[in-house]
């Protein structure tokens, strides 16, 4: 079992930036893809980004490429997203997720652990 707690998230105006953390806990031992996703209200959870254990690889959403980044600190068990230039659309409630294996996963079925979410509210 691995927990996911997630931590960063505000208000902020349009054009500001917050830096969500998302630590692991449990087993953490086993290679882990990490993956951000979020949902608005009435719509269905979507993919952000992700990154792999090995590597660091990414992929990231093109709604915010070039706005978002991911990244991670193995030692600590622990994924940032920073996120800059933000939008009003980007209001919305990110989760943090673990998947087990070496790959880069974008579909929300195919990750195994959830933390509980950070509301992330941007005004304009």
């Known amino acids: 079992q691995v927990q996911l707690v997630e931590s960063g998230g505000g208000l902020v105006q349009a054009g500001g930036s917050l830096r969500l953390s998302c630590a692991a806990s449990g087993r953490t031992s086993s290679s882990y893809t990490m993956g951000w996703f979020r949902q608005a209200p009435g719509k269905e959870r979507e993919f952000v980004t992700a990154?792999?254990?090995?590597?660091?690889?990414?992929n990231y959403a093109d709604s915010v490429k070039g706005r978002f980044t991911i990244s991670r600190d193995n030692a600590k068990n622990t994924v940032y997203l920073q996120m800059n230039s933000l939008k009003p659309e980007d209001t919305a409630v990110y989760y943090c997720?673990?998947?087990?294996?070496?790959?880069?996963?974008?579909?929300?079925?195919?990750?195994?652990?959830w933390g509980q979410g950070t509301q992330v509210t941007v005004s304009s």
């Open positions: 997720a673990a998947k087990s294996g070496i790959y880069i996963y974008i579909r929300s079925n195919e990750y195994d652990y």
């Open positions: 990154i792999s254990w090995i590597g660091g690889r990414t």
